[in-house]
């Protein structure tokens, strides 16, 4: 194994962990933390700031490392000139999933620190269209768009092995 290699192996896998933490930490968060916050007989708001906090922190890291490896990983791929057409669109869709994702993020820190500056809290769902609406907002839409980001990865390892053979 060359150096080069090590430094790619090791690129991939911060680039996996940054994924696996942000991705996996928001599912922790909309499935095990958040009803497990709802149901407390006691006001948890604390708990839930605390945990944003520290979450916000690993959020930004993750972001970081994944433009970075995003970009050493993209122009390792490209370079050789050995992947096709659906490689690229496909690494395009990623990409562009992944700025969303990005955006969102932000996005939500924005939207969520003017709501406690004025102590508003979302009006409650009326509709099943309504409560849809909202289950495919917000933080859940990040969570989506996290797992959609990790098929496509799995897609293009298969589409890199295909372009090879």
């Given at each position: 194994m ?5 430094f790619l ?5 911060l680039?996996l962990?940054?994924?696996?933490a942000?991705v996996?930490?928001s599912?922790f968060?909309?499935l095990?933390l ?9 006001p948890s708001?604390w708990l839930?700031?605390?945990?944003a ?5 690993l959020?930004?890291t ?7 490896t ?5 122009l390792n791929?490209?370079?050789p ?9 496909t ?7 992944s ?8 996005g939500?820190?924005?939207r969520?620190?003017l ?5 508003q809290a979302p009006e409650?769902t009326?509709?099943?269209l309504q ?6 907002s ?6 989506i ?5 990790f098929l496509?990865?799995?897609l293009l390892?298969v589409?890199f092995e295909?372009?090879l053979?």
């Amino acid at each position: 194994m060359s150096v080069g290699d090590v430094f790619l192996l090791v690129v991939r896998w911060l680039h996996l962990v940054s994924a696996a933490a942000w991705v996996g930490g928001s599912l922790f968060y909309l499935l095990v933390l958040r009803p497990a916050l709802r149901r407390s007989p006691e006001p948890s708001g604390w708990l839930n700031a605390a945990a944003a906090s520290e979450f916000r922190a690993l959020v930004d890291t993750s972001i970081l490392v994944l433009l970075t490896t995003g970009i050493i990983l993209t122009l390792n791929r490209l370079t050789p000139g050995v992947v096709g057409t659906p490689y690229v669109l496909t690494l395009g869709v990623k990409i562009a999933l992944s700025v969303w994702m990005f955006i969102l993020a932000l996005g939500r820190r924005r939207r969520t620190a003017l709501l406690d500056a004025y102590r508003q809290a979302p009006e409650p769902t009326t509709s099943r269209l309504q409560g849809l609406v909202r289950a495919v907002s917000g933080y859940n839409t990040i969570v989506i768009l996290g797992i959609v980001v990790f098929l496509l990865s799995d897609l293009l390892k298969v589409l890199f092995e295909i372009a090879l053979s």
